[in-house]
């Protein structure tokens, strides 16, 4: 025999599923801005070097932190 869920069954799995799909939203909401943030970090920093290498006319290491910069900027957008 079928066992038949009662309305305040369905109401309260309902609601654990919408709290469930909250926190989740949350969570990666969450992720997303730790990942911008340290994304802008690491860029901010890459610039600073690149600026450093310029300064000191320091062909290698400008070619080497532009290239990275590009890869992070490719990777990223």
Known sequence: M???KSYAEIVKAYAMT???????????????MLNELLLSTKKERLLKKIDDA?????????????EELKGLTKQFG
């Open 54 to 66: 310029l300064d000191n006319k320091d062909k290698e290491t400008f070619k080497l932190l532009t």
């Open 2 to 4: 079928e066992k038949k």
């Open 18 to 32: 919408r709290i469930q799909s909250e926190r989740f939203m949350e969570e990666l909401f969450t992720d997303m």
